[in-house]
DNA sequence: CGAGCCGTTGAGGGGATTCAAGCTCAGTGG
DNA sequence: CCACTGAGCTTGAATCCCCTCAACGGCTCG
C-alpha cells in the first residue's frame, strides 16, 4: 500500500511528518502543495498540526505575528472590536485558505482568528516560508495567490453580507456557508449572537429570519449548530429577493 | 539643481521616464520605490503614466488584465453590483496603493476600479513585474506588503463603514476620507450618490445626515465635491456616536 | 432542581426608506 | 438677457423595517 501510494524517491527515510503532509487531504490546495516531495521532506521539522476545539482563539490582535497557518479542516473567523466596543466579524475562512499573513511581512496580527467549529490547521513558522521563498519562486506566486483569495473574499463580504435588507443578507450567508459542507452534507449554522456580528443585526431579528426560512422549508436546522439546505428554495428565495 | 537631486549613478543618459520617477512625489511609498535606480532605469521604457479626470473607468470586472497600477494622486474606489443590480463601493484606494494585482497571478480584475477625483497612476506591464520579481526578492516582499495592506482596507471598510446607524457610518466615513487630503487642506466629498453605494444608504438619507454635520459646524461644504472638516469637531461627533 | 445560556416570539418605538415636491446651479438656445 | 432644462441636493410626510425591551421555553450542567 505504501509504494503504491507514494512516489519512489519519497519512499527513502521520509521525516514522520512528511507522511502526515502527504497525505493531507487538502494537500493539492493547500499552500505547500505546490512544492515537490524533497522539499516537503525538508520542512517538516518544523511544521505542526495543531486542533482546536469551536470558539477557541487561533492569535490575536496585536500579537507580535510567529507563524501563518492553512486551514485543512473547519471554519475560522475574523474579528474585530469597533471603537464603540461593537463586536464584528469581518470574514470566514475555510478548507484550503491561509490565515496570518501578516507574519510573512513581521507585523502583528490584524485581527483576532477565533474557530467557528473544531478546526485542523498546519502552522508554518515565518521563517520557514522566507527560507524556501529565497529558492521557489513558485511558493512566492501560490502565496501572492493566497493573498489575493483573501481580498477577494473581504470585498465579497462588502458586497454581500453587508448591503441590502436583513433578510437578503442573511440568505447570502447561507449561501456562503454552503460553501464549506461537512461530511453528512450539512452546514454548520451559526448561533444568532454570531450571525448578529457578521450581518450587523441583533438576534431577535436573526432569530425571527431563521425561523421563517424554516417555516418556508429552505432550512432544516439540526441542533446545535447545524442544518440542511433545500438549495432549490434557497436559490428561489434568493432571487424573489433580488428582484424585489 | 540636476546635480544637487539625483545620485551620480542616475545623471548618465538616464532614460526619459526616468525622469520622471526619480521626481515622483510618491516614490518612496510606491511600490517601486524600493528598486535602487539602476533597476528603475531598466524598466522606464515600459512604464506609462496615464491621468484620468474623475469618474474615469481605470478597468472593469472580468477584463484580462494586463496592468497593475501605483496611485500617485487621486482616489480611485472599486465597485460591485450585486445580482439584484444594486451598486455597491466595497473599498477605496489613495496616493501609493496598488490596485489591479489580480494582472500578477494572470487572473481577470475582480472590480470596476473608477476614478473619484482627478488621478495620477503609474502603469506597470505585468510582464515587467514578473521579470523583476526573478532578481529582486526587495520587490516581492514589496507587494505582500502591499497586498496586505489592501486586505487591511477591505476589512476595515466592513467594521468602520457597514457597522452600526448611518450616522456614525457617515461620521467614519468623513474620517476616512480625511486621510486623503489635498493641497488646500481640503477633502473630497463624493456625491450623495455615492456616499449611498459606500454606505449602503438612501440619497436622502446621506443628504439628511450631511445636512445635520454641516448645521453642527462639523463640516463645511464647498461645492462642488468638496469640504473642510472640523477635526475636533468630529472626533467629538464620533465619541459621542459611539458612546451612544 | 435552580442557574444560566440560547433561542423564540410579542409589543412598541425609532430610524431609514419611500414617495413627493421644491431648491440651486450650470448649460443651452431662443 | 432670460426662459428652459436637467442633474444634484434638500426637505417634508407617510410607511415600513429593524431595534429595543420584555417574557417565556428548552436545554445543559453544576
Known amino acids: 500500500m505504501l509504494a503504491k501510494a507514494w512516489p519512489l524517491y519519497a519512499l527513502h527515510d521520509p521525516h514522520p511528518q512528511a507522511r502526515v503532509c502527504q497525505q493531507c487531504e487538502v494537500r493539492r490546495t493547500a499552500l505547500f502543495g505546490v512544492l515537490d516531495a524533497a522539499s516537503l521532506d525538508r520542512i517538516h521539522a518544523h511544521i505542526d498540526a495543531p486542533q482546536l476545539a469551536a470558539d477557541q482563539p487561533v492569535y490575536r490582535r496585536g500579537e507580535s505575528a510567529a507563524a501563518v497557518y492553512t486551514v485543512r479542516s473547519g471554519i475560522v473567523r475574523f474579528e474585530r472590536v469597533t471603537e464603540g466596543g461593537v463586536r464584528r466579524i ?66 465579497a463580504w462588502v458586497a454581500d453580507l453587508a448591503t441590502g435588507a436583513a433578510r437578503r443578507r442573511m440568505l447570502k450567508l447561507i449561501e456562503q456557508l454552503c ?66
Chains 1, 2 share one sequence.
Open 179 to 244: 460553501r464549506y459542507p461537512d461530511a453528512a452534507d450539512l452546514i454548520w449554522l451559526p448561533r444568532r449572537e454570531e450571525m448578529g456580528a457578521m450581518l450587523d443585526i441583533t438576534v431577535e431579528t436573526g432569530s425571527r429570519i431563521v425561523s421563517q426560512l424554516r417555516r418556508e422549508g429552505v432550512l432544516e436546522l439540526l441542533p446545535p449548530r447545524q442544518a440542511r439546505v433545500d438549495p432549490v428554495r434557497l436559490a428561489e428565495a434568493l432571487r424573489a429577493q433580488e428582484s424585489a
Open 90 to 155: 469581518v470574514r470566514l475562512a475555510g478548507q484550503g485558505e491561509l490565515i496570518g499573513q501578516e507574519a510573512l511581512l513581521n507585523r502583528p496580527y490584524a485581527d483576532e482568528a477565533v474557530t467557528c467549529t473544531p478546526v485542523q490547521l498546519c502552522r508554518i513558522p515565518r521563517t520557514l516560508v522566507d527560507e524556501l521563498g529565497q529558492a521557489e519562486s513558485v511558493l512566492l506566486r501560490e502565496l501572492m495567490s493566497r493573498w489575493q483569495q483573501a481580498l477577494e473574499r473581504a470585498e
